[in-house]
């Protein structure tokens, strides 16, 4: 069991939410589902039997969606980067993961269930936080204009003057 495990809050889609994750993702699977009971049921107002909580693994992590009623929704403020080796990856997740969401602004979406993801090549962190500023600048400029990041154009912002 790994030492922290992300915990999701949806409104009645975490069953829903966690099959069309694991369908997204290499080596990902649904596991245990947990259903309300009568005292969780008449505490929470949630239908007794319906889904309580769902565990799931995308490549190899684990998270855990809650059925917990429409008090929060997803914002901003928490998001789930994925690293991204080649243009091809990053367009296969961008496209799987903002189809009824929202593409926003670098390399961020929201999915169809409000949860926000960055999508990015595994190079952003090395060239974000190179000592040349002027490199780390010239990407950074770049990233802002645009909505799904694009390798080869931040390539050649790192890379030349």
């Not at 997204?24 to 309580?52: D, H």
């Not at 059925?67 to 080649?86: K, M």
């Not at 243009?87 to 409000?114: H, M, P, R, T, V």
């Amino acid at each position: 069991m790994q030492r922290i495990t992300p915990f999701l809050w949806f409104d009645d889609k975490a069953e829903e939410a966690a099959h069309f994750y694991s369908s997204i993702f290499k080596n990902a699977k649904v596991g245990a589902i947990t259903r309300y009971g009568e005292q969780a049921s008449n505490a929470s107002g949630r239908p007794a039997g319906s889904v309580l909580t769902v565990a799931f693994q995308l490549d190899g992590q684990e998270f855990v969606a809650l059925n917990g009623g429409p008090q929060f929704r997803f914002t901003e403020a928490i998001s789930l980067v994925v690293n991204c080796e080649t243009q091809a990856e990053i367009d296969e997740y961008w496209e799987k993961l903002s189809n009824g969401g929202q593409e926003i602004q670098c390399g961020w979406l929201k999915d169809k269930y409000g949860l926000s993801w960055q999508i990015v090549p595994t190079e952003l962190g090395t060239w974000r936080s190179d000592s040349d500023s002027e490199k780390s600048a010239r990407v950074m400029a770049a990233i802002l204009h645009m909505r799904k990041l694009d390798i080869q154009t931040l390539q050649d912002a790192y890379g030349h003057p």
